[in-house]
């Protein structure tokens, strides 16, 4: 399949996973404090990237699995659904072997009506959109960059595309249907050192439940969902744990 990954630097790498909705351009400030080099992938049915027949976490590790270098130490960070990604990279099953795992913002706990409307979204196909700006707008509120970025930032460039005479965003609705992990099982599984951490407001994630799973997740003070947009010099220390996985 066709997988649109951005690099840069050298040395240990990172590998960075969005969440649903997102593409690899939401982490292009955190990329620029990572010293070493660093992919960042759209994921499958995300931006320039193509979409997949059906949608889980595995799928989703299989076909990003190439994007993980194999002749270097590495640390894959992924946020929310990226996250889970990372998990099941680390149990090693899909040919790369990650030093260090992080999911940033994982949501632990789902509720059946958030199943259902999870569902009933990933059978629903984007409304066509006039305007590239309205399909922008929609493509904010389901990466959840809705007042966090402006219209015109770059971290949107990928989110949209052309259809017929109008737009769209690029996000493929049917991979709302990816379900629920089973975090524990992916910890159990996991091969690589794990991390995990989210915001201290972050409403998918909040500290009880993260600390529920992992006594030792990272909280990070004062932020949300999306930590790497917000404030993606926060994410520091957690860089730093990372690399010094990789030493």
Not at 199 to 207: A, F, K, Y
Not at 226 to 237: I, N, W, Y
């Amino acid at each position: 399949m066709t997988l649109h990954v951005r690099r840069g630097g050298d040395g240990p790498a990172l590998v960075l996973l969005h969440g649903l909705g997102g593409t690899g351009a939401v982490w292009d400030e955190v990329a620029r404090r990572w010293p070493g080099s660093w992919a960042a992938p759209d994921l499958p049915g995300h931006g320039r990237s193509a979409p997949l027949p059906s949608y889980s976490f595995d799928a989703l590790a299989a076909a990003l699995a190439p994007a993980v270098p194999v002749d270097r130490p590495v640390a894959v960070l992924g946020h929310s659904l990226g996250g889970v990604v990372a998990l099941a990279l680390g149990s090693g099953r899909f040919g790369p072997r990650p030093a260090v795992v992080c999911g940033l913002g994982v949501k632990l706990r789902w509720t059946e009506q958030e199943l259902a409307r999870a569902a009933e979204l990933a059978a629903r196909p984007h409304p066509a959109c006039a305007t590239r700006e309205e399909a922008v707008a929609r493509a904010q509120k389901l990466s959840g960059l809705w007042r966090l970025v402006p219209d015109d930032s770059p971290l949107l460039g990928d989110a949209v595309l052309p259809a017929g005479d109008g737009w769209r965003p690029a996000l493929d609705p049917a991979a709302f249907g990816v379900g629920q992990p089973d975090v524990d099982a992916l910890l159990a599984a996991s091969r690589a050192e794990v991390v995990l951490a989210a915001g201290e407001r972050d409403p998918m994630c909040p500290p009880e439940h993260l600390r529920a799973a992992v006594p030792d997740g990272l909280v990070l003070p004062g932020l949300g969902h999306h930590v790497h947009v917000e404030e993606p010099g926060a994410l520091l220390p957690l860089l730093d744990r990372l690399r010094s996985a990789l030493v």
